[in-house]
């Protein structure tokens, strides 16, 4: 038989023709809706790619006609699948307001689901298996047959994606709830089809992940990886309890310490990344959680690097072998909240780090209850290989035997085994990422089975393409959309190939460097996770990415209404979808009420608010999208032979992270009597409204109250994390973070207006007391913040012995009365006015000793007043106006052309050494001279790299990966901690000195 086009997609078995006789028997019995109750009637789908399943079922036939589910709609269940029925009803009555009973025993226009294990059906000739199913939909009902629960909630997916958008809606609607009349036929290609979600780097809350498991569970995914834990936190309680004999260690540290770290940097909108921790009661919580969504918990611990973290809490896990080596004052590591990898390791020789290992990977082992346990085991390059080798070739035996679960790992540790025979790797899993095909063939052949997960296909954390303003392009730069995401399979893509039974199945990881909140990783999950879930159920044979493109802009209004944040790619064609509301009005008062729901992705709300308008350009700031809509969507309610403009609103704006929210429109009206309303589009779309006279519910009152803040008692370190709390500001908003009136980053609130975790002193801060501000707008809240710090407050120093304190070095704004020191790293200008006063500083040969060449107050006259240029080996000082007189007067009466100023406490020296000179590639944690010799176009570098470039023995350059290297000089090119070392001490203006291997850099850094 030759194979069918994808869109009339799959074979018709036996089976499949029978059903279809016996669904064209039922036709008659349909019901007829009466016009002025019902909404526009659904259209025919013209093909199995209009119906929108995601993924790609194996077999499926349309029928002709439909179920339609009524307000006596019922589903009948018993056993296993009883509690499934009961969520699906639970569903469907929240949005439909039907009853939705859930008899035991069927009748003619139910929805019957059947979990029977001698359940006699195929698919596609097979036998069933553990996830199958087979929904058979009719004109007289449905009925959901599988052998087991898990494929219930399959079928049960398949069935939701069948009806329209509206059923994840949280408050009724009017819609036409048809079902079309379908057979399908399904079962998965691959066991493990997962989602990895980094929880180390940014925190996220239990909430979230719940609902991230609700829209995978949605997709049909089985797997959810939590990466738990990293260089720059750690996510999970570990107690005491169960401690071996001679082991020390207090795990309970590991919360307590590292749970309050997080990233610093790289967030959008300077966000500070989130810090906290899951409870072992909250883990399990998920855990039962995901398991009731058939969904199974893998949960990652990553040793022996990527522990930086764990270094910093745990006193006995540092020794001289460690790595990075411990801070001879405190013992441990300091924290690292930056995105370098590859420099942190456990000793491999050391007792205590296989007591941590062990009573670690024991206890999440018997709080998950789950086959597998993941020990990460990548980018321990600082290490070398010989000592990695060991440390995989002892844990990973003891980690099975502490554990009972099968051990996975990332491509690397498949080379401890190399050596081992056959067998050794029974019951054990590689996640291939990037790497030898040898190695993970060989760890298969031994036992083991593969996940794939490439990382220039599927690792989430991605940008889409240039304009995305989160995310890493080290993986995939260019054109990183779904389309890239679908078009591979794990059989092939690994070098070599690999056999299909040798694969357990597909993951889509996501890291969060770059990736704060919900909305954020969302926005990058999807829809790309979609085309990797689709890649991991449907036979490659069957895959077609125009087919995808086609579902999933169907797929998309699911998402919008359950208020599930996502991509508008410009790659599918997105549907809408419209719904009635119905309102209650008093009598005759003019009112403005909600008449609708529109969920449209790929559009925006005109300024105005009358039409939802297609957005086809990028000039605005976001993505392009294509929304099936050519033309603006207007509406108007009619109510008999009135009728009313229709006005939008929208839940979430459409922005460079926001896909488009739910519209609601509104009418402003009187009513003098109960109406049936039309609510009718532009589009031709309607939906049925029904106003009704009574007491309307009451709207909430918005009332933020007056900001607070709090923080936890001081002193606190420089540089240390803290716990604050802010109520009283807008909700899911950010927060503007200043010192001394200076902004260090930003914070979000949550649903109530509130931040509760912990925030960072800034690495520099001085010693003594700081105001801290939360801001958001006109709202804000203060509180000081008394800090201890080795690094002293900056003061200048008049040749006449009188010294003013320096505020602030480089201030995007300043207080008033503050004296302010501006530096070549500020530009060409002060920007200033003259009432404040300046003096212009010239550098002597003595560091910290500056020469007064000019001086602009209000007594005195400069060519250039107010705004003056700073000098490439010179400083500004500058006084704001107003506030207190001491700082403009001591600029007028004790700075003078021709004196030496000390600017003190501001003068830093960095040491470090420098490891090779025009290196074709460079490991993890080294820094790089690169010379003309290397070529001067770019030193090649990728966005974990930080580059200075120097000329005459100064900084004149500074920033990403791509520094030109200048013909009288060279560039400094930093990766992990060193890039960190280089954006830390090598400011504009800085000078270095290069002697042999060591670099010396001496800079300003203020306060």
């Known amino acids: 038989m030759p194979a069918l086009p994808p869109a009339t997609r799959r074979r018709r078995p036996a089976a499949l023709a029978a059903w279809l006789a016996a669904a064209a028997l039922t036709l008659p019995l349909l019901p007829t809706a009466t016009a002025a109750a019902e909404p526009s009637p659904a259209a025919v789908p013209a093909d199995v790619d209009a119906l929108g399943l995601v993924p790609q079922p194996v077999a499926v036939e349309l029928g002709s006609g439909a179920w339609q589910p009524t307000a006596g709609m019922r589903i009948a269940a018993t056993g296993a699948a009883r509690p499934l029925a009961q969520d699906l009803a639970e569903e469907l009555r929240t949005s439909t307001g039907f009853r939705v009973p859930v008899p035991s025993r069927p009748k003619p226009g139910d929805l019957q689901i059947v979990v029977d294990p ?22 007289d009902g449905a009925t959901l047959t599988a052998t087991t629960a898990h494929g219930a909630h399959n079928g049960i997916q398949t069935l939701r994606q069948l009806m329209p958008a509206w059923v994840g809606s949280d408050r009724v609607v009017n819609t036409d709830w048809s079902v079309p009349a379908v057979r399908v036929e399904d079962a998965p290609r691959f066991e493990y089809r997962g989602v990895m979600l980094d929880v180390a780097r940014s925190f996220q809350d239990v909430d979230m992940v719940k609902r991230y498991i609700d829209t995978l569970a949605g997709l ?9 834990a990293d260089d720059q936190g750690w996510r999970i309680e570990i107690t005491n309890e169960g401690r071996a004999e001679g082991d020390t260690i207090d795990y309970t540290r590991l919360t307590e310490v590292s749970g309050k770290t997080s990233m610093n940097e790289n967030g959008y909108q300077q966000e500070l990344g989130r810090s906290g921790y899951y409870t072992q009661e909250e883990y399990v919580d998920i855990v039962e959680y995901a398991r009731d969504h058939f969904i199974t918990v893998v949960p990652e611990i990553d040793v022996p690097g990527h522990t930086n973290s764990a270094l910093h809490a745990i006193p006995e896990l540092n020794t001289e072998r460690s790595l990075p080596a411990p801070d001879p004052e405190t013992g441990v590591v300091d924290w690292n909240g930056t995105g370098a990898v590859g420099y942190s390791a456990l000793d491999e020789q050391h007792q205590p780090t296989y007591d941590f290992v062990n009573h670690v990977f024991g206890q999440i082992a018997d709080l998950t209850q789950g086959p597998l346990v993941h020990v990460g085991g990548d980018e321990s390059t600082a290490m070398g290989h010989e000592r990695y080798v060991d440390f995989v070739s002892r844990a990973v035996p003891e980690v099975r035997e502490t554990t009972g679960a099968g051990v996975m790992g990332w491509t690397e540790f498949a080379e401890a085994g190399l050596s081992e025979g056959e067998g050794y790797w029974e019951g ?5 990422w990037v790497g030898s095909g040898d190695w993970v063939r060989d760890f298969v052949s031994k036992g083991g089975k593969a996940v794939v997960s490439d990382a220039s296909r599927s690792y989430l954390d991605m940008k889409y393409d240039a304009m995305t303003p989160i995310g890493y392009t080290w993986a995939c730069s260019g054109d990183c959309d779904y389309p890239r995401y679908y078009e591979w399979d794990p059989t092939t893509v690994v070098e070599g190939g690999l056999a299909e039974e040798g694969i357990l199945g597909v993951e889509a990881p996501m890291w969060s460097e770059t990736i704060r909140g919900e909305d954020q990783a969302m926005y990058m999950a999807l829809p790309r996770a979609a085309a990797i879930l689709e890649t991991g159920w449907t036979q490659a044979e069957d895959k077609d990415v125009d087919s995808f493109s086609a579902r999933l802009g169907e797929y998309g209004a699911h998402l919008t209404v359950n208020d599930t944040n996502y991509y508008e790619s410009r790659r599918a064609p997105w549907q809408w979808s419209l719904a009635g509301l119905d309102a209650t009005v008093r009598r005759g008062r003019s009112a403005t009420i909600d008449v609708g729901l529109v969920a449209a992705p790929g559009t925006k709300l005109s300024a105005d608010g009358t039409s939802l308008v297609p957005d086809t350009s990028t000039d605005d700031g976001d993505p392009a999208s294509q929304s099936v809509l050519t033309e603006p969507l207007s509406a108007v309610l009619v109510c008999g032979d009135t009728e009313l403009p229709v006005t939008f609103t929208a839940e979430e704006t459409r922005n460079e992270l926001h896909a488009a929210g739910t519209y609601t429109a509104h009418v402003t009206g009187s009513f003098t009597g109960a109406t049936d309303c039309e609510l009718q589009t532009s589009a031709g779309e309607s939906a049925p409204v029904s106003v009704s006279l009574g007491q309307p519910a009451a709207q ?20 240390a994390w803290f716990y604050l709390t802010v109520e009283g500001f807008a909700p899911e908003a950010y927060l503007d973070v200043l010192m001394d009136d200076t902004l260090v980053y930003r914070l979000r609130t949550d649903e109530q207006g509130r931040f509760d975790r912990t925030a960072l002193v800034p690495r520099g801060t001085t010693d003594g007391e700081h105001e801290l501000t939360i801001r958001q707008g006109d709202r804000s809240a203060e509180v000081v913040l008394d800090v201890e710090s080795d690094i002293l407050p900056a003061v200048a120093v008049a040749a006449d012995g009188t010294s003013q304190e320096i505020d602030a070095v480089n201030p995007a704004s300043r207080t008033a009365g503050m004296l302010a020191l501006y530096t070549p790293a500020f530009g060409d200008s002060t920007q200033t006015d003259q009432s404040g006063g300046e003096a212009v500083l010239e550098e002597t040969e003595t560091p910290g000793s500056y020469r007064v060449i000019q001086v602009c107050t209000a007594l005195t006259t400069c060519a250039d007043p107010g705004n003056n240029a700073i000098p490439e080996n010179g400083v500004v000082l500058s006084a704001a106006p107003g506030g207190d007189p001491d700082v403009r007067l001591f600029l007028r009466d004790h700075i003078k052309v021709g004196d030496v100023v000390e600017l003190q406490n ?33 030193t090649g570098t990728n966005e974990w790299g930080y580059e200075v470039t120097v000329v005459d023995g100064r900084v004149v350059g500074r920033g990403g990966n791509d520094q030109q290297i200048p013909d009288d000089g060279y560039v400094l090119s930093g990766h992990g901690l060193r890039a960190t070392w280089l954006s830390d001490n090598a400011v504009l203006g800085a000078r270095v000195e290069l002697d042999g291997s060591t670099l010396t850099v001496t800079y300003i850094a203020g306060p």
Not at 428 to 432: D, G, I
Request: aromatic residues 4%; proline residues 6%.
């Open 700 to 719: 909430p009152d918005v009332d933020l109250g007056e900001p607070t803040l709090e923080v936890e008692e001081g002193p606190i370190d420089n540089g």
């Open 118 to 139: 001698d359940a006699d059906y195929t698919v596609e000739g097979a036998a069933p298996t553990e996830e199958s199913y087979v929904l058979d939909v009719t004109g």
């Open 428 to 432: 054990s899993v590689v996640h291939y």
């Open 906 to 938: 501001l003068i830093r020296t960095a040491t470090t050494t420098v490891d090779g000179v025009n290196l074709p590639s460079r490991g993890a944690d080294q820094l790089v001279v690169y010379t003309s010799a290397a070529g001067r176009e770019s």
């Open 220 to 228: 049909k995914a089985s797997h959810l990886h939590l990466h738990l």
